[in-house]
T-cell receptor, first 110, second 114 residues
Framework: GENVEQHPSTLSVQEGDSAVIKCTYS??????FPWYKQELGKRPQLIID?????GEKKDQRIAVTLNKTAKHFSLHITETQPEDSAVYFCAAPSGYALNFGKGTSLLVTP | DTAVSQTPKYLVTQMGNDKSIKCEQN?????MYWYKQDSKKFLKIMFS???????INETVPNRFSPKSPDKAHLNLHINSLELGDSAVYFC?????????????FGPGTRLTVT
């Protein structure tokens, strides 16, 4: 099955700085790469996703890049705000479900 | 309008007991899932049902038994609860079961086994 590795496990940035979270996957046939955000005590929610026919996708302050050759994809958050503090999960399809990375706990300090 | 709902939100019980968690989605999705999130926040797939048929059964103890009476409901029954079962259990649903569509998660059920 798909193996998804996520780094770093924790990330602390100052408000206004950028944050980057990276994931690698093992199955070269994977074609869908979502990112989920989980605030403390809440459910995971999709924030952005990318399919394998594009290399980058942006939505306001967040962007995802995909390098299919290297089998890695990254989440970029610019102009971070305290409300961006949460656990972020990358994922890739594995059979009939998603295989999630182990999560990155992002802390944005004012 | 709650898309994916779970009950109960909290469940505290003693070792050896049997308990159930219920999940319902009103999105018309074909596929539903159960995930376990441990204390380290790791989200791990347990089961997946597509149109009431089991399509994924990861390596979980057979004390865990999912049941899908219809495609809008996926319940989880746990027998002989153990301390290690303490976790947050999330139900989710998606348009299809190929892992290539957004998954909508329920609010989670925090299970504490004492």
């Amino acid at each position: 099955g798909e193996n998804v590795e996520q780094h770093p496990s924790t990330l602390s940035v100052q408000e206004g700085d950028s944050a980057v979270i990276k994931c690698t996957y093992s199955d070269s046939a994977s074609n869908y790469f979502p990112w989920y955000k989980q605030e403390l005590g809440k459910r995971p929610q999709l924030i952005i996703d990318i399919r394998s026919n594009v290399g980058e996708k942006k939505d306001q302050r967040i962007a995802v890049t995909l390098n299919k050759t290297a089998k890695h994809f990254s989440l970029h958050i610019t102009e971070t705000q305290p409300e961006d503090s949460a656990v972020y999960f990358c994922a890739a399809p594995s059979g009939y479900a998603l295989n999630f990375g182990k999560g990155t706990s992002l802390l944005v300090t004012p | 309008d709650t898309a994916v709902s779970q009950t109960p939100k909290y469940l505290v019980t003693q070792m050896g007991n049997d308990k159930s968690i219920k999940c319902e989605q009103n999105l018309g999705h074909d596929t539903m899932y159960w995930y376990k999130q441990d204390s380290k926040k790791f989200l791990k797939i347990m089961f997946s049902y597509n149109n009431k048929e089991l399509i994924i059964n990861e390596t979980v103890p057979n004390r865990f038994s999912p049941k899908s009476p219809d495609k809008a409901h996926l319940n989880l029954h746990i027998n002989s609860l153990e301390l290690g079962d303490s976790a947050v259990y999330f139900c989710a649903s998606s348009h299809n079961g190929q892992g290539t569509y957004e998954q909508y998660f329920g609010p989670g059920t925090r299970l504490t086994v004492t």
